[in-house]
């Protein structure tokens, strides 16, 4: 039996801890992935989602909890470190690649995440390139013609897909994905959607995705969590997740609504009664 | 014409001034103000070698390795004690100042009669019985003139080509992803802060050899001539870019070159149509501050009057 992909247990942060505008984003997170799965996090803005990807990720590191890596235990590892293990896509087309070098130079970058980068070695030779544009036909987006381009040259999704390549490129233990369609329009949103879940279903990636959307949380992957206020609220996998409809999520989101209205007043009535 | 010539001398050799200045501002995204003082202390470095008599091609590596450890520290500093490389550079530009005097010995040290590489070229020059002078148009060039263009030429040619081809190979790949975007090259697995530390590394590196080539240029190492070389430099690249653009980095490491000889050249023709020396860093901030501004406020302008404003 081998180790889970991702373990990250009793992950807590607070921002700004001590101030007045301290917000406990993370509250106690357990968070285990079997490989080859395909967790989605779905939750409001400030539920903490994209600070649970950033604390597995090594961008945040959190006040407590640990994060394992494929039985690793990168809690202490920096980011660029971690990177050898995850690949990343950002919710911003602009945050993942690197604008003013070219399509292939951005691919040749990414071929060596994790691995000894040589100081004398031209990766860019004509055999280089040749198997750059073979990886990068693959997308279907004529890259292939495009490989002189500067990435920054490269509309929204056609940015996120070669992101997504290059994420890819060298096989990642974990595939996190930022809300990487929030930034496009709803064509794009669709081409990369159908890409991602192309890519990931072929190769078998193990995958924790943040997204808003209800839609995707419903046709994608096989688990999905639900956090709210720093906590996973509710799991759905299985036969469950299968047959999981968008009006089912927003009854979940309503109750939650109605339990902070339920909150509020209540601390409103102690107020009155004690002040 | 011994004018001109001297101009293009120092210009070629200055380039490795700009190209330092380039890799800094333009491939790492951050103004080094080591610049400054490895400047000086690659002239100091190489002339008091040059005064214990040791070999001029080894004096001017030395200079260079000396500006490799000043841009390292800067690097170090930033990545270990997580200050700026602003306030870095100052700071290792600031020390420098002390620890040339003391590779100097004081504040002037002249190479007068010292073995130098325009003197080694010269006499090389001599050995394979070239003329003495070379006539141009009406006037006629020392011979000198010439072998130590020569001299320059080879270095600061061979110097671009090893960088060019450093920038296309992995870690030079790596090294401007990190310049260009932190965080993509953080994901991308790689060591950003350890680029940065390489970048400044590489950049006074050069910027050393090109204060080290000075100074045996003009046959003097003095304390205070790094001063104000960040700006000189930033002026060639500059102008560089607005000769040859920086569509690629072909076109941005030429423009290094064409920028500087471009810069000395009217720096010349500035000093022979009556500018004072004195007036010569004034104007080069001015020029500096005027080629960043005036493209932005022209574009601004065209905003304003419309998108019709602009086209012919």
């Known amino acids: 039996m081998s180790a889970p992909t991702l373990e990250a247990l009793g992950l807590t942060h607070t921002f700004a801890a001590g101030t007045p505008s301290e917000q406990l984003a993370l509250q106690d997170v357990d968070l285990i992935m079997e490989p080859r799965s395909w967790v989605v996090v779905l939750g409001a803005n400030g539920s903490g989602k994209s600070t649970l990807l950033n604390a597995i990720a090594g961008s945040l590191i959190p006040d407590r909890g640990t994060v394992r890596v494929s039985g690793r235990d990168v809690t202490h590892w920096h980011e660029w470190r971690r990177s050898a293990l995850i690949g990343r896509v950002f919710q911003s087309p602009a945050t993942g690649s690197i604008g003013h070098l070219t399509v292939a130079e951005n691919l040749a970058v990414a071929a060596k995440r994790g691995r000894h980068r040589a100081v004398l070695r031209n990766p860019l030779s004509r055999a280089g390139r040749r198997e750059l544009a073979d990886r990068v036909r693959e997308l279907g987006l004529g890259l292939e013609d495009r490989l002189d381009t500067p990435v920054g040259a490269l509309s929204g999704g056609q940015r996120q897909a070669l992101t997504l390549l290059m994420a890819t490129l060298v096989r990642p233990e974990l595939l996190l994905l930022d809300e990487h369609t929030a930034a496009l329009d709803p064509r794009s949103t669709e081409q990369v959607v159908q890409l991602t879940e192309q890519i990931i279903r072929k190769e078998g990636f193990t995958t924790l995705m943040v997204t808003h959307s209800m839609h995707q949380a419903v046709t994608l992957g096989d688990r999905v969590i639900l956090m709210h206020r720093g906590r996973i609220v509710e799991s759905i996998s299985g036969a469950r997740k299968r047959q999981l409809r968008v009006e089912e999520l927003l009854a979940s989101f309503d109750r939650l609504r109605n339990a902070d209205l339920v909150d509020e007043s209540a601390a409103e009535m102690l107020r009155r009664l004690y002040i | ?312």
């Open chain 2, 1 to 312: 014409m011994n004018l001109l010539v001297g101009a293009l001398s120092i210009g070629f050799l200055l380039s490795l001034l700009t190209l330092g200045v380039f890799i800094t501002y333009r491939v790492m995204g951050r103004l080094d103000l080591t610049t400054d003082g490895s400047f000086g202390l690659g002239a100091a470095v190489a002339a008091a070698l040059l005064a214990h008599g040791v070999n001029p091609i080894l004096a001017t590596v030395a200079a260079a390795a000396a500006g490799w450890l000043a841009g390292a520290t800067t690097g170090l500093i930033y990545v270990l004690l997580g200050v700026d490389t602003l306030l870095a550079g100052i700071l290792v530009t600031t020390a420098l100042y002390t620890i040339q005097l003391y590779i100097m010995g004081g504040g002037n040290l002249s190479l007068g009669a010292l073995q130098t590489l325009p003197g080694a070229a010269e006499r090389l020059w001599f050995a394979l019985h070239l003329p003495e002078s070379i006539t141009l148009g009406d006037t006629s060039v020392r011979a000198g003139l010439f072998s130590s263009l020569l001299v320059f030429v080879a270095w600061v040619l061979f110097s671009i080509w090893v960088l060019a081809r450093f920038l296309r190979t992995e870690l030079g790949l790596a090294l401007r992803a990190a310049g260009g975007n932190a965080q993509a090259s953080r994901a991308l697995a790689i060591d950003t802060g350890l680029m940065v530390t390489l970048g400044l590394l590489l950049a006074n590196g050069l910027v050393a050899l090109a204060g080290a080539l000075f100074a045996q240029y003009q046959g003097f190492a003095n304390v205070s001539m790094g001063i104000g070389q960040i700006v000189s430099g930033l002026a060639c690249l500059v102008l560089g870019e607005g000769l040859l653009g920086r569509a690629t980095l072909r076109r941005q490491i030429l423009g290094t070159l064409f920028g500087t000889i471009t810069f000395r050249l009217l720096v010349a023709l500035a000093l022979v149509a009556g500018l004072p020396a004195d007036a010569l860093k004034l104007s080069t901030a001015v020029f500096v501050l005027a080629a960043l501004v005036i493209p932005g406020v022209i574009a601004r302008g065209r905003r304003r009057l419309g998108p019709a404003a602009g086209r012919p």
